[in-house]
C-alpha cells in the first residue's frame, strides 16, 4: 500500500472530522460543553465499537461507516474540551493554556498510537499460525503483518498468508475494543468531573 492510497483510505476519517466539527459551536450554547463531550465520546464509543466487529470479508460501506462515526466524536470531543478548557482561564493565562493544551495534544496523540499499536502487534503475534515453518521465517511472519504477508507471498503459502490477514483482523478488533473502553471511561469522566455551566466568548455563564 502506498502513501497515496493509505491518504484516500483515511477520507472517511477526515470527512467524520469536518462534519462533527460543523455543528459544535450551536450545540456547547444550547447544551453545554458538559453535555457536548459526552455526546461526543458516546459517538466515539459506537465507532470504535462498530470496528472491533470489522473482519476481513466486511463491505466497504461498514468500513467507511465506523471511519466516518469516529471521526464525528473525536471531532466533538477534541474541539469541545480544548475550547471549554481555555474559556475557563483568564486573558492572562490563555497562552499558558494554550501551550498546555497544545503540549497534552503532542503527547497523547503518539503515546495513545504506541500504545493500541502494541497492542495490535501483541494480538497478530498470539493469533497467527506459522506451523512447520523454519524459525527465521517464523520470526519474520511474526515481526509485522507487512512481513508475514511479504513472506507468505514468496514462499507461496495461501494458508499462511490468510492466517496472517485473520492475525491482523483479530489484533484491530482487539485495539478497538480497548479504544471502546477508554471513550465509555472519557463518558464517566466527563460527566463527573467538568462543571455544569461553563465560559465562553460572549463573556456570560450557561
Known amino acids: 500500500m502506498n502513501a497515496e492510497g493509505s491518504g484516500v483510505r483515511l477520507l472517511p476519517l477526515v470527512a467524520g472530522l469536518i462534519v462533527g466539527a460543523v455543528p459544535i459551536d450551536r450545540l456547547v450554547h444550547k447544551i453545554g460543553a458538559k453535555i457536548t463531550i459526552t455526546i461526543g465520546f458516546v459517538v466515539l464509543a459506537a465507532g470504535t465499537c462498530m470496528a472491533s466487529r470489522i473482519g476481513v470479508s466486511s463491505s466497504s460501506v461498514s468500513i467507511v461507516s465506523w471511519m466516518v462515526i469516529i471521526g464525528i466524536g473525536s471531532s466533538m470531543v477534541m474541539a469541545t474540551s480544548a475550547s471549554a478548557a481555555l474559556m475557563e482561564l483568564s486573558n492572562e493565562r490563555s497562552g499558558v493554556g494554550t501551550a498546555l493544551m497544545q503540549a497534552m495534544k503532542n503527547l497523547g496523540l503518539p503515546f495513545g498510537t504506541a500504545i493500541l499499536g502494541s497492542v495490535l502487534n501483541h494480538a497478530c503475534q498470539s493469533r497467527v499460525s506459522v506451523p512447520a515453518l523454519p524459525e527465521a521465517v517464523a520470526q519474520t511472519v511474526r515481526q509485522s503483518v507487512?512481513?508475514?504477508?511479504?513472506?507468505?507471498?514468496?514462499?507461496?503459502?495461501?494458508?499462511?498468508?490468510?492466517?496472517?490477514?485473520?492475525?491482523?483482523?483479530?489484533?484491530?478488533?482487539?485495539?478497538f475494543l480497548i479504544a471502546s473502553g477508554v471513550s465509555v471511561a472519557g463518558i464517566l469522566l466527563a460527566l463527573v468531573c467538568m462543571p455544569h455551566r461553563s465560559k465562553y466568548r460572549d463573556g456570560t455563564n450557561h
Open 146 to 175: 507487512f512481513s508475514g504477508v511479504e513472506a507468505a507471498h514468496r514462499i507461496g503459502m495461501e494458508n499462511l498468508l490468510q492466517s496472517v490477514y485473520m492475525a491482523f483482523s483479530h489484533g484491530m478488533d482487539v485495539s
